[in-house]
């Protein structure tokens, strides 16, 4: 019989970035837009019947949700648990506390006098009894410098050499489960990780590279695992296409921020009719849109300002900017508006008739004027010993109107010089 497992990571319940409170709940939009991008998931679910729900972490923006945050969270999880779904649960770094020993923000479900929920927050093999067969399941949370190096050995080590003693750990972590899994039984790996390989999404990129313990795809795509199930970047891509296991990022099931426009967020349905025989699918989950309308603004010389007119307002170049916004479906998007404007012309775009323009979008995060900068010519760098010749060379050099008629200039100068010279002699 197939088992059939869905994949999904960096939920992100708080990431309240754009948006605003919607009147009928009081919840803020945002808020809202994860939820139903994570209630599809949890439906298709519930409609395909699933074996295993595997969760690879980052279910808050913080360890410190708020309790509507985690009220709307449980109320997705536990719709797993009234339909008879088991629930692995992977901790991740936003999940988790810096301080050692204090909980995560996802260990209240473990807690549950339930059966069903799993949550890891330390290495773990376990086996799952789904209703289509046993499934193993390595699971591995997000590598914490806190509780993997708190002993005094790392006190002096720099931060490279930790987090190279992590990745080294972790890895051995994995091969040591890896090793101890009935070959015969479907299995999985399921961890909150940077692959070396893997894409970054918008803000990522700033704030994730170069920090992160690294794992080689090599490290990761071992035997006898039939499927690698990761979270923390949020693009979804698959780092081992040419091989067997698949390296699966699910991404996030929301866009974060602006970095993710361009991207699908969804879920990944795993199909493993028998060992070593697993595939996978890519399901997208409904997303609020994010669109950013550039728009240079040409001058045509319709009208000018008067001197000292502050108020004047160019028509052309807000009708410009309201034209790009036509070609857009902008109805319940966030919108991001930038224009870029020659440097010789005065910034008199109309922001009230934008706005307007506008009017159906759910959030405008901008209407933003852009500048070139202005090249600033450097002066040559001159010297007391340099001879007139020298200084006017480097001098006519550094202005381009001057420099189709240096040597003729050049040449006059220094016959003015030579004169003077003669003058002062005789």
Not at 15 to 21: A, D, L, V, W
Not at 22 to 36: E, I
Not at 102 to 127: Q, R, W
């Amino acid at each position: 019989m197939v088992i059939k497992i869905v994949h999904t990571a960096d939920i992100h319940f708080g990431m309240e970035n754009y948006g605003k409170i919607d009147q009928k709940s009081g919840v803020h939009t945002r808020l809202l837009d994860f939820k139903n991008a994570l209630d599809f998931c949890i439906d298709f679910c519930i409609q395909e019947k699933i074996d295993l729900f595997v969760f690879a972490g980052d279910a808050y923006k913080t360890a410190n949700p708020s309790p509507t945050q985690q009220k709307l969270l449980m109320e997705c999880f536990f719709r797993l648990y009234k339909n008879n779904i088991p629930v692995v649960i992977v901790v991740g770094n936003h999940d988790s506390s810096l301080s050692f020993g204090k909980a995560t923000a996802l260990d209240v479900f473990g807690n549950l006098p339930i059966d069903g929920f799993h949550v890891i927050s330390k290495p773990e093999s376990l086996t799952i009894n789904s209703k289509n067969g046993p499934i193993q399941v390595v699971a591995i949370p997000w590598p914490s410098r806190t509780n993997i190096t708190i002993s005094d050995k790392y006190v002096f080590k720099s931060a490279t050499e930790i987090i190279d003693t992590i990745s080294k750990k972790v890895s051995s972590i994995i091969s040591d489960f890896a090793s101890k899994l009935n070959p015969k039984i479907p299995s999985i790996l399921c961890g909150h990780l940077t692959v070396s390989s893997g894409v970054f999404s918008g803000s990522e990129k700033r704030a994730v590279y170069g920090n992160d313990p690294l794992f080689l795809p090599s490290q990761l795509a071992i035997e006898p695992f039939d499927y690698v199930a990761l979270g923390h970047l949020h693009r979804y891509q698959n780092l081992n296409k040419n091989g067997y296991p698949a390296i699966v990022y699910s991404g996030s099931v929301e866009r974060v921020d602006f970095g993710e426009r361009k991207e699908e967020k969804g879920f990944c349905l795993v199909k493993i009719p028998e060992k070593n025989k697993a595939s996978y699918e890519f399901i997208k989950t409904p997303t609020r849109p994010f669109i950013q309308i550039e728009v240079k603004i040409k001058d045509k010389g319709q009208s000018k300002p008067q001197e000292n007119d502050s108020e004047f307002v160019d028509e052309d170049q807000t009708e410009q900017i309201i034209s790009e916004i036509k070609k857009y479906n902008i109805e319940n998007a966030i919108l991001k508006i930038l224009y870029y404007l020659p440097n010789s012309l005065k910034d008199s775009v109309n922001l009230r008739k934008i706005q307007q323009e506008c009017s159906k979008a759910m959030y405008i995060v901008g209407i933003i004027p852009i500048r070139e900068l202005e090249q600033r010519n450097l002066r040559m760098g001159t010297r007391v010993e340099m001879s007139l010749e020298e200084l006017l060379n480097n001098y006519f050099n550094s202005k381009p109107d001057l420099k189709n008629h240096k040597s003729r200039l050049i040449e006059k100068t220094l016959n003015l010089q030579a004169e003077l010279q003669d003058k002062e002699q005789n």
